[in-house]
């Protein structure tokens, strides 16, 4: 069967990652294969075993190399030594045909780790160093997600609409990503600035969900804390309620992008935040 090295990877990494199957554009190496199907069948100790040897008894200049390389990293026993290998293979085997599927990888790896900003940053290496790659549309989609965790709609959009034109015959990328299509469109029919402005202090955040930082007495506390959050890069706005200033970033479209914003701004912005809205 013919399959990408990558998918067989990710369906063992527990990592909640794993990516539509695509066609492979090569065969892949049987031994590597094998190893996989393995670790597959829970025997992940023999699995890594095997790749190791025959690590060791291939020559780096081998073509069969890299892909030994980017199958032993992707059973890696941890994220860490996954990425380890992973940018081993994007420095040393750029043009091998398992590189694409690495630095998908390693921008999957930094969503789950809650980095947008390094997650973009693979991202636009991706669309420089592999822009035809078959995976774009898989890399569009967890760009995508990324910047929409950090509240940034005009590049989650712009991703959308790169992976919506690329998916072809992808039904399930492309349903993912058509999950976004509203969002897009109701950023593109707000005003324009709306996409990278903060909303006006009003003193009514608009609707949608939440994340509160502070409840101040003052205004000026308030706008001191909102101008630190925005310099974080977060999206806000003050609310006037019960005699205090509460300063809350967002909006989010959901509860659940609301909860995974929250570690991100206590670890920007300290304190105790927390999710509210609707």
Do not use: H, I
């Amino acid at each position: 069967m013919r399959f990408r090295l990558a998918r067989a990877a990710l369906c063992l990494a527990a990592l909640a990652l794993a990516r539509p199957v695509r066609p492979a554009r090569a065969q892949s190496d049987a031994r590597v294969l094998a190893a996989l199907r393995t670790a597959q069948e829970g025997n992940l100790d023999s699995a890594r075993g095997t790749l190791d040897r025959l690590l060791r008894a291939t020559v780096p200049t081998d073509s069969a190399y890299p892909e030994l390389l980017y199958g032993s990293a992707l059973l890696a026993a941890s994220a860490a030594d996954q990425r380890q290998g992973l940018t081993r293979v994007l420095a040393e085997y750029p043009l091998a045909p398992v590189a694409d599927d690495a630095l998908l990888r390693l921008l999957q790896l930094d969503v789950a780790g809650g980095d947008a900003d390094g997650a973009l940053r693979q991202a636009e290496r991706f669309r420089t160093d592999y822009g035809t790659s078959p995976l774009l549309p898989q890399v569009a989609l967890f760009a995508a997600r990324a910047a929409f965790a950090k509240a940034d709609a005009a590049t989650g959009c712009r991703w959308v609409a790169d992976g919506l034109a690329r998916v072809g015959d992808d039904v399930e990328a492309r349903n993912a990503l058509d999950f976004y299509r509203p969002r897009c469109e109701r950023a593109a029919a707000a005003p324009a600035e709306s996409s990278q402005a903060a909303p006006a202090d009003t003193g009514a955040p608009a609707a949608g969900w939440w994340v509160q930082v502070v409840a101040a007495n003052t205004q000026a506390a308030a706008d001191q804390a909102l101008a630190k959050a925005r310099k974080a890069g977060f999206r806000g706005a003050v609310a006037r309620e019960g005699g205090f200033f509460k300063v809350r970033l967002g909006p989010y479209a959901s509860r659940a992008e609301a909860q995974a914003a929250a570690p991100r701004v206590k670890a920007k912005l300290g304190g105790a935040p927390f999710v509210t809205g609707r």
